[in-house]
């Protein structure tokens, strides 16, 4: 089971819009809604940010958000923050006997 | 809230095994929304699922393919935790190890607790 794609890094400045992409295949990714996205810093565990495609568990920013279309999911964090700054990763329940799939993992800077 | 402590050792001499525990506060490990869970994240690897545990009415063991030959992961509902045991360790199973709830409810699955994590060395 290969890794979901991710872009190895994305930057912007704080206040910008940023958008993280995980191509996968129609076995994970485009196959069911069990798309979820994590924050982490260094040392830290992750962090679920987004759940089940685009929920938001409580206590999670509303700038970010999430989307699917096809076998791409994407994470949009609005009103960049230094606070954001973090390593981010994608997730998806797979239909290979793997039974879930992380992302490459997108380092994220804030300009 | 759910909290989730790990323990075990850091340094495993290759062809021994490596054995981690996870202890669960705020959620029984009996729960039937929830599967309890072991990751792994390495420079060469990143993140992997390595497999998880779950009740059911009774037990439910999956493991990744990778690993399935060597891996072993156990309740505890005596003390409300769960093991990971990972047999013939070489020095490619050096990583950072996660125990994990995964939150099964419905249509529902992510990992919504984690544990801090324990950097395993494979070494001699």
């Known amino acids: 089971q290969s890794a979901l794609t991710q872009p190895a890094s994305v930057s912007g400045s704080p206040g910008q819009s940023i958008t993280i992409s995980c191509t996968g295949t129609s076995s994970d990714v485009g196959g069911y809604n069990y798309v979820s996205w994590y924050q982490q810093h260094p040392g830290k565990a992750p962090k679920v940010m987004i759940y089940d495609v685009s929920n938001r568990p409580s206590g999670v920013s509303n700038r970010f958000s999430g989307s699917k279309s096809g076998n791409t999911a994407s994470l949009t964090i609005s009103g960049l923050q230094a606070e954001d700054e973090a390593d981010y990763y994608c997730s998806s329940y797979t239909s290979s006997n793997t039974f879930y799939v992380f992302g490459t993992g997108t380092k994220v800077t804030v300009l | ?124």
């Open chain 2, 1 to 124: 809230q759910v909290q989730l402590q790990q323990s075990g050792p850091g340094l495993v001499k290759p062809s021994q095994t490596l054995s981690l525990t996870c202890a669960i506060s705020g959620d029984s490990v009996s729960s039937n929304s929830a599967a309890w869970t072991w990751i792994r994240q390495s420079p060469s690897r990143g993140l992997e699922w390595l497999g998880r545990t779950y009740y059911r009415s009774k037990w439910y063991n999956d493991y990744a393919v990778s690993v399935k030959s060597r891996i072993l992961i156990k309740p505890d509902t005596s003390k409300n935790q769960f093991s990971l045991q990972l047999n013939s360790v070489t020095p490619e199973d050096t990583a950072v190890y996660f125990c994990a709830r995964d939150r099964v409810v419905g249509t529902t699955k992510f990992f919504d607790y984690w544990g801090q994590g324990t950097l395993v060395t494979v070494s001699s």
